[in-house]
């Protein structure tokens, strides 16, 4: 079967819900989205695009538009948080992974631009404050009912709405997201206040006892931003999401060196998120309603990979439903060759959550460690995820 005129509906404009749109467009499906928000921004905060969802992104058309708005990185450093000295430093322009995609950085608000314009340029009507509160199968269509009272019927919906999806629910995974233990702030720093904190090509990530912190240049240099991660025992907070005080940042970080507390005391607005997770379902899709994104597999932000994931799903759902003799066989077929892969590195980005936030004894042989394998065989930590970034599953991978 093919998409062309097939009919889907997306619920959901993030990263994921955006990038599938594109996707069952260019293959020639008639795509309606709705999302809940009014209009869709982009909060203060930066993504890193890596080499395996850039490689989708260029297959859909947007490399140069990606490129000219983001950073691409030349190198990653990881650094102990009270020493100046690398733990390690890869050079990126020195590494490939199997393909020759960037690991490009780049502000939410400017990559949700870009992939909002491209579904507007193919035709796509974008239907904003229309939060579905309710979505049933009555054994022949898909109804999704919204809180202002109207309806929508979907032959194919797919369940692109995120971590707090109603879309699972109504494929029957009732469990609700758990808290993991972690909290992050966010926040993007005028780089004017804090000139060469980074230098417009490097990631840094500072890590120590029970926190670590993620800065990289983003819109030539610009902005800094800025994800600094601390343990905690729970969170109280009622939604997943709040702006706190600069304060409370800084008393978390009090003893990190002065270069970075100069950084905490010009931090302006700042965000404090949950970290949330659950299970990946066992399955995926049921009676025409299929989940990408967060909606399906949220993981912790330490590999930098759920937006790069759903970008994966995005591609790989519509490739497999314009092969495939009907839409059931195609969902099968995408969450067969999705389900073990985002197992895999939601299980690395767990671990390397315990690897920056080791204390005591276990921090220090990590960073002996880091720093032997750096020195001595720095193609170890080069080619550590190629694996991962290597992937590019719109080439087929
Ligand atoms: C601190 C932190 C740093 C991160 N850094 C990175 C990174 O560098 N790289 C990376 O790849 N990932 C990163 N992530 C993860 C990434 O942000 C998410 O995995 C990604 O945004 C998920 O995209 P999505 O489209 O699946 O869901 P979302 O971005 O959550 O989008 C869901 C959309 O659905 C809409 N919606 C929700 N419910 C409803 C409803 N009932 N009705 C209608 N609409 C609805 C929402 O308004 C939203 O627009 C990070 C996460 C955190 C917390």
């Given at each position: 079967m093919s998409l062309k005129?097939?009919?889907?509906?997306?619920?959901?404009?993030?990263?994921g819900g955006l990038t599938a749109a594109i996707c069952l467009l260019q293959r020639g499906a008639r795509v309606t989205i709705f999302d809940q928000a009014k209009k869709i921004e982009g909060f203060g905060a930066g993504i890193q695009l890596s080499p395996n969802g850039f490689g989708v992104m260029s297959s859909l058309g947007l490399a140069s538009e990606l490129i000219a708005k983001g950073n691409i990185l030349e190198f990653i450093n990881v650094q102990n948080f009270k020493d100046s000295t690398f733990s390690s430093r890869v050079n990126l322009m020195r590494v490939t992974h199997g393909n020759n995609n960037p690991h490009l950085v780049i502000h939410r608000s400017d990559f949700i631009h870009i992939l909002i314009k491209k579904v507007l340029d193919l035709g796509a009507k974008i239907n904003f404050g229309k939060k579905a509160s309710h979505i049933n199968y009555n054994n022949k269509e898909i109804e999704i009912f919204f809180s202002d009272q109207s309806k929508h019927i979907a032959k194919l919906l797919v369940g692109a709405d995120g971590i707090h999806s109603i879309a699972r629910k109504s494929i029957g995974y009732n469990k609700p997201p758990k808290f993991m233990g972690k909290v992050a702030w966010r926040t993007v720093i005028e780089s004017k206040f804090v000139p060469l904190f980074d230098l417009p090509s490097e990631a840094t990530i500072r890590f120590g006892p029970n926190r670590h912190m993620v800065t990289y240049p983003m819109q030539n240099g610009k902005l800094v931003n800025l994800v600094a991660v601390e343990k905690r025992n729970e969170w109280v907070a009622e939604g997943w999401n709040?702006?706190?005080?600069?304060?409370?940042?800084e008393q978390s970080f009090k003893n990190w060196p002065v270069n970075v507390l100069k950084l905490l005391s010009v931090v302006e607005d700042v965000k404090l998120w949950?970290?949330?997770?659950?299970?990946?379902?066992?399955?995926?899709?049921?009676?025409?309603?299929?989940?990408?994104?967060?909606?399906?597999?949220?993981?912790?932000?330490?590999?930098?990979?759920?937006?790069?994931?759903?970008?994966?799903d995005a591609w790989v759902l519509g490739e497999e439903l314009d092969n495939s003799v009907n839409f059931n066989d195609g969902l099968k077929k995408?969450?067969?060759?999705?389900?073990?892969?985002?197992?895999k590195v939601s299980r690395a980005s767990l671990a390397n959550g315990d690897i920056y936030h080791a204390d005591?004894?276990?921090?220090?042989?990590?960073?002996?460690g880091l720093k032997a394998s750096f020195k001595l065989k720095p193609s170890f930590i080069q080619s550590k995820y190629d694996w991962l970034y290597g992937v590019d599953v719109s080439r087929g991978d």
């Open positions: 005129n097939e009919s889907v509906t997306i619920l959901g404009a993030g990263i709040y702006s706190d005080k600069r304060e409370s940042l949950g970290l949330f997770s659950h299970e990946i379902p066992a399955k995926w899709h049921s009676c025409g309603i299929v989940l990408i994104g967060d909606a399906c597999h949220p993981m912790v932000p330490f590999l930098g990979q759920g937006a790069n994931m759903a970008i994966e995408y969450q067969a060759r999705r389900i073990n892969r985002v197992k005591g004894v276990k921090a220090k042989i990590i960073d002996i």
